[in-house]
């Protein structure tokens, strides 16, 4: 049998929920390539980094595809509050673009894109 004593308020507030890790020094001087993308792309996957202007600056992206071929779903990646493009892109990657082509984006203040990790800005993007 378990009991409850008492009641306990916890405020969970944005910095224990979004937790961007510094950009990673390999990541390109734009933070825009993604880990082991030379050896990606010597398996036939092409990259197109860009990036999209918002409201609260530019959101970073990847698209990722296997050549020319037309008539692949896209999927669209985000990493999360404890990854980026350049540390997870990789996994991902490897597990959907046989069957389609694939948008990664990093959130708001993770790995170059501009913005602060709030819902804020979360909500903008």
Do not use: W
């Not at 860009?50 to 037309?70: C, M, Q, W, Y």
């Amino acid at each position: 049998m378990i009991t409850l004593s008492g009641c306990v308020t916890v405020r969970v507030d944005e910095s224990k929920v979004f937790l961007p890790q510094t950009p990673h020094a390999q990541s390109g001087a734009t933070a825009q390539q993604i880990n082991n993308e030379d050896y990606l792309v010597g398996t036939g996957v092409k990259f197109e980094h860009f990036k999209l202007p918002t409201d609260f600056g530019e959101l970073k992206l990847t698209h990722a595809s296997r050549g020319n071929v037309i008539d692949r779903p896209l999927y669209v990646m985000c990493m999360g509050t404890s990854g980026d493009r350049y540390r997870s892109g990789q996994y991902y990657l490897n597990r959907v673009i046989e069957t389609g082509d694939v948008l990664l984006f990093d959130y708001p203040g993770y790995n170059g894109s501009d913005g602060a990790p709030s819902v804020a800005d979360f909500a903008a993007a």
